[in-house]
């Protein structure tokens, strides 16, 4: 049965499960979203969509003109509120979703029709698991290295779908290529999507020797909870 969902589209982001997600919120309509998140009982699930932006913008008239059909829950955890009413927040993403439709007309922001995904059910690909967490060190490293800093080791989780979400959320990818892992069916698609995509990074940034972000972005500062 599908369920009505608040929705957050995004341009540059594509949010997974269990996955920390900071946001600043400034834009009225979206203000309007966290304030009715805050208002709901207890008991409810404060749950907003984050859904990434496949054409338009994040603000102003023409924004989210077109959405990705697949984005994942975000559980609001915690609000920080400035005096002019803009807010930061903390949500973690939960369960991951296909977009039925959009009502733009309700509410000042989006609410969508979805239907719930599957969760990827435990997966023992420990071997493809490991290979990708050597990969993504080692990419980290090479990353780093442009810029004459080091990349202090970081301890990553030791379980398959854990590891392929904060990977896929972590690298320097693209929205496209971030919204295919996300889309992916299952643990061991996800990960062996992202052996190729490592490899093809890795090389890029070798014959390049350059990246096209700040390397401070590849410091595991998303957590899984």
């Known amino acids: 049965m599908a369920d009505l969902l608040p929705l957050f589209p995004l ?8 996955v920390v997600l900071p946001l600043h919120v400034f834009e009225e309509r979206y203000r309007e979203l966290v304030r009715s998140l805050v208002e ?12 990434a932006i496949r054409q338009g913008w994040e603000v102003g008239v023409d924004a989210a003109e077109a959405l990705h059909e697949v984005g994942c829950a975000a559980e609001l955890r915690r609000v920080s509120r400035y005096p002019d009413g803009r807010f930061d927040i903390l949500a973690v993403g939960a369960d991951r979703f296909r977009l039925r ?26 071997a493809l698991a490991a290979a990708v967490g050597t990969l993504f ?15 202090e080791a970081v301890e990553l989780p030791g379980d398959p779908g854990e ?3 904060l990977v896929a959320s972590t690298a320097v990818l693209t929205l496209e290529d971030r919204q295919t892992l996300l889309e992916a069916t299952g643990v061991a698609a996800r990960l062996r999507k992202e052996l190729r995509l490592l490899k093809r990074e890795i090389t ?14 590849l410091q595991v500062t998303q957590s899984l909870s």
Do not use: C, K
């Not at 341009?11 to 269990?18: A, E, K, Q, R, Y």
């Not at 709901?40 to 859904?51: A, I, K, L």
């Not at 309700?106 to 435990?122: E, M, N």
């Not at 890029?204 to 972005?217: G, K, Q, T």
């Open 163 to 165: 590891l392929s979400n």
């Open 101 to 126: 439709e959009v009502d733009r007309e309700s509410r000042p922001y989006l609410i969508g029709t979805v239907d719930w995904l599957p969760p990827d059910p435990p997966s023992r690909d420990t």
């Open 137 to 151: 060190a080692e990419y980290a490293a090479v990353a780093a290295g442009l810029q004459g800093r080091t990349v």
């Open 204 to 217: 890029m940034v070798r014959r390049l020797r350059a990246l096209p972000v700040p390397v401070v972005e």
């Open 40 to 51: 709901q009982r207890e008991s409810t699930p404060r749950r907003f969509g984050v859904v």
């Open 11 to 18: 341009g540059h982001t594509v949010l997974f499960p269990g």
